[in-house]
């Protein structure tokens, strides 16, 4: 699938932005979908996946960096993911990337990148006062 993410932007610390990614070329029901950022220097990070089980269902994984501050969701009509963030510190600043794969990857492999075969363009997340 082609992704392509949008929602970044300048924010100082303790706002939320939401970003969200559109998917294109198939549909993503049978899809897990997540979020990755890189910032400056530093490598690439898992932030958060919605994993597809089975039929409808979805389970929700977040980074420990951000859990309890950020939520993902998907709407497969629409074919979009979200990522809701609040409560924001200048270390989310980095370039934040949907990501896509078919099927219901290994909990071990799911913060891994190399288990995702699709990436976006990605948005810049700026926090700063």
């Known amino acids: 699938v082609q992704l392509q993410a949008s929602g970044g932007g300048a924010v100082q610390p303790g706002g939320s932005l939401r970003l969200s990614c559109v998917a294109s070329?198939?549909?993503?029901?049978?899809?897990?979908m997540g979020w990755f950022r890189q910032a400056p220097g530093k490598e690439r990070e898992f932030v958060a996946a919605?994993?597809?089980?089975?039929?409808?269902?979805?389970?929700?994984y977040y980074a420990d960096s951000v859990r309890g501050r950020s939520t993902i969701s998907r709407d497969n009509d629409k074919n979009t993911v979200w990522l809701q963030m609040n409560s924001l510190r200048p270390e989310d600043t980095a370039v934040y990337y949907c990501v896509a794969r078919p099927g219901r990857p290994i909990l071990s492999a799911m913060k891994q990148p190399e288990t995702y075969n699709d990436w976006g363009q990605g948005t810049l997340v700026t926090i700063s006062s």
């Open positions: 919605i994993r597809w089980e089975t039929g409808k269902t979805y389970n929700k």
């Open positions: 070329g198939r549909t993503i029901t049978t899809y897990t």
